[in-house]
């Protein structure tokens, strides 16, 4: 069983890449961009799923090959996904080791709980340690088929915290000379946050947010959510599934979403009430 959700929307963009890719032109670094939770991690997921289908050139995957069902349970070891981590604490002297342990534990985390909401990711990044173990990967040889995929998500991300460009550095040594096995693909919301001279070795695709009526429909059959949460979520976020997921009712609790807006919309109200000094103080007492 897969532990993905089927990819929503997005046709035209899945059906240029399929063809470029069946037709021996899919570039081997590519930039999937959009606003966030518009599902551009998923699609890099059908995308890397596709290259390593058994019957790959084809339009989709077929999702019954063991490449196929391996790909959708996240545990194809050619299927490589890199997402932003917070940095493990206490573990300088094994940095590397504990990125990638706590990488597993995501991935796991990803495969119980696949409809997660698109959230701020807040103080996490992409390491230097985490770019030199993708790089070792893409030198190695394929373990099961013939080529390997590597995903690279929220790349904006890349070493926020250090102030520092040697990730994104020792990342653009792999984008100049990709091994031929090897597919990148990278996902950004907001791609001028990437280095210039890594946008410019990407092929960039952008994905836009799905109709709303489409978003709130995948939310009531793939999601279990009631039709008037789904409609209202989904307008809220503006077509994007992720950020819809954020806006619904935890048990008895508001969504993480719907509770910063409800605190905008507090701080915007107390602004318009008390003008001047008194507005700041209500600001600062949030």
Request: one cysteine or more.
């Amino acid at each position: 069983m897969s532990a993905l959700p089927p990819v929503e929307g997005h046709e035209a963009e899945r059906a240029g890449l399929a063809a470029a890719a069946e037709s021996g032109q899919l570039p081997h670094s590519i930039l999937l961009h959009g606003p966030a939770g518009i599902g551009k991690q998923r699609v890099a997921l059908w995308l890397g799923q596709l290259l390593l289908c058994q019957r790959f050139p084809t339009a989709a995957p077929c999702g019954d090959c063991q490449p196929c069902r391996l790909a959708g349970r996240l545990q194809h070891p050619d299927l490589h996904w890199f997402f932003p981590l917070p940095r493990p604490k206490g573990a300088s002297d094994r940095l590397s080791e504990a990125l990638e342990e706590a990488r597993a534990a995501e991935l796991e985390i990803r495969r119980e709980q696949p409809l997660r909401p698109s959230l701020p990711i807040g103080l996490a990044g992409i390491y230097l340690a985490q770019v030199q173990s993708l790089i070792r990967r893409a030198a190695a040889r394929p373990s099961m088929g013939r080529r390997k995929v590597f995903i690279i998500g929220d790349a904006e991300l890349l070493v926020p915290q250090e102030a520092s460009p040697e990730a994104a550095n020792a990342l653009l040594k792999l984008l100049e000379e990709p091994p031929a096995d090897t597919t990148i693909i990278v996902t950004a919301t907001d791609p001028d946050l990437l280095l210039p001279t890594i946008r410019s070795r990407l092929l960039p695709v952008r994905l836009r947010p799905l109709p709303v009526a489409e978003a709130a429909r995948f939310l009531e059959q793939r999601a279990g959510v009631p039709a008037e949460h789904a409609g209202w979520a989904a307008q809220l976020a503006g077509g994007s599934i992720g950020r819809a997921l954020g806006f619904l009712p935890q048990g008895d609790q508001p969504g993480p979403l719907a509770e910063i807006r409800q605190q905008g919309r507090a701080l915007l109200e107390a602004a318009q009430a008390r003008p001047g000094a008194a507005a700041v103080a209500a600001g600062h007492a949030e």
